[in-house]
């Protein structure tokens, strides 16, 4: 008797989303690309040129989601606005990310925060890189390209983590409102703080480039903002780190590639976000009624474009659960690819592919996985490793 492709997803639970999404994905891409699957509560779309179909079609797939928990614990901002507003505010941001700025105001920052992390542990000969390296990269480089030097990269991190368990708070428990609640506001503080600095000695950072755009941005909405960059800017390039290292550390022919040819970090970053892509899949809801790959989906439902599927569709990328920093398919969708397409790239891309990598091999030589502590890997809205257990020859 074979399964018919409906029951499939009817049974699909959060937990075997959660332990390995990719042989569901599989099995969805090729029997129901477009599925309404309970255990999510929307229309799961998981092959690569119906992802596409719905980035290009922001008036059909909107980022406006109804009653979404975001909208509670943040408020507005631009992650869940369709244009022209969400245009304004994105224009407002976005300066101090592009890549020419990356290269004259980050570059020498980020170098700096991996060399302190670096000199903090490096007698040591073995590292968790995930909580040692990894977690604090991202948020000390993410304070200081906001405009918050000040703030310490754990506050940064549990600022963020409270947040976005709020986010997805579905099961309505106080004490997580409380803790997302209280991130919420310490936020709010350490913006005011910026914002009363560069308001009239303006700087490079992100909150000064909102406060003084052509069109600025009121003080809610960059306190807002904020929130949303600090929610989408700290775990992703942590995990893509990781992700990276496990696989190049795992693999002696590839990592001897990298090593020859220092040219090639560009296409293991480009090839680990779309082999295991930190943000799995995100929201959008549909403003008519639709088909898309034979489904009928109704006005006013809620969708999930599954980019962690479409990243592994076998249509464009041959063998896709094989990380390979040699293929010639670059067009992934790691960062999405409509209007709402990463704020951040450039900033991953540099901090990620030409420092964090390029400095670890560097200054820990020898490194390789610890053989008695083997990784955690887990998730699948955001998927990574939870732990990145390695040794190095001590100095
Ligand atoms: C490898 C690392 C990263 C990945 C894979 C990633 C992925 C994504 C994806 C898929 C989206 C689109 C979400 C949607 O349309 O709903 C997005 C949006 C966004 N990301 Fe990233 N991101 C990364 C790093 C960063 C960093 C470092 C920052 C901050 C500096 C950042 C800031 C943002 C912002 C502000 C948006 C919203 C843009 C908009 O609404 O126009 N991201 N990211």
Redesign the pocket.
Known sequence: MTTHPQDFAQDIRLSDLWDDPYPIYRKLRRDAPVTFVPAVGRYLITRHEDVVFAEQHPDLFS?REKDSLILRVIGAN??R?DDPE?RRI?AA?EPP?RPRRIRTDWSPVFQRTADELVDSFAERGEADLFADFAGPF?ATN?AH?LGLPQVRAEDMIRWSQHMMDGNSNYADDPDVWARATAASGAVDEAVEEAMSRVRDEPDGS?ISSMLHADDPLTPQEIRN?VK??IG???N??R??LTAGLWALLSDPAQRADVEADPGLWRNVFEET?RWM???GM???QTTADLELSGTRIPAGSRVA?V?GAANRDEDVFPEPDRFDIHRAQRNH????G????????W??RH??GEIAWPTLFRRLPGLALDPDRPVDVGGWVFRGLLTLPVRWQRP
Not at 333 to 336: E, M, V
């Open positions: 980022s631009m992650l606005e969400h994105r941001a990310a991202a993410l390209l992100v903002n949303v960059i989408g800017g700290i992703e390039p995990d893509v976000v892509s930190p943000i995100y929201p959008r474009l980019i969708l790691a960062f999405g409509g209007p709402h397409y990463c704020m951040g790239t900033v991953a901090e990620v």
